[in-house]
Nanobody
Framework: QAHLEESEGGLVQSGGSLTFSCKVS???????MGWQRQTPGQERNAVAW???????HYADSVKGRFTISRDTSIQTMYLQMNNLKPEDTAVYYC??????????????WGRGTQVTVSS
């Protein structure tokens, strides 16, 4: 069964840092994985993602501040967020594009975790 377990978010002051983790289980043949975020009334937008194994990509708004990585030995993906700004406030979701025995190819999502950056 596919499962993405995200670490908790929280309240951070502007300029602060926070690291997320997302432990993946039950998903195979992964072609991409990453993080998206969503604010109330807005669409979910890509933040950072990995393709071709470990090639990172970033939204322009987070380049130079966020770093995505993964540890394949423990099937865990990380998002290091530095120099956080109030506009980074959102619900963050990890996702994986892969295959599961039960549902086949698809996109699989974590439950989402709230990050609030105070000014």
């Amino acid at each position: 069964q596919a499962h993405l377990e995200e670490s908790e978010g929280g309240l951070v002051q502007s300029g602060g840092s926070l690291t997320f983790s997302c432990k993946v289980s039950g998903i195979f043949s992964i072609t991409a994985m990453g993080w998206q975020r969503q604010t109330p009334g807005q669409e979910r937008n890509a933040v950072a993602w990995l393709t071709g194994g470990d090639t990172p990509h970033y939204a322009d708004s987070v380049k130079g501040r966020f770093t995505i990585s993964r540890d394949t030995s423990i099937q865990t993906m990380y998002l290091q967020m530095n120099n956080l700004k109030p506009e980074d406030t959102a619900v963050y979701y990890c996702y994986v594009k892969g295959w599961t025995e039960m549902t086949g190819d698809g996109d699989y999502w974590g439950r989402g975790t709230q990050v609030t950056v105070s000014s």
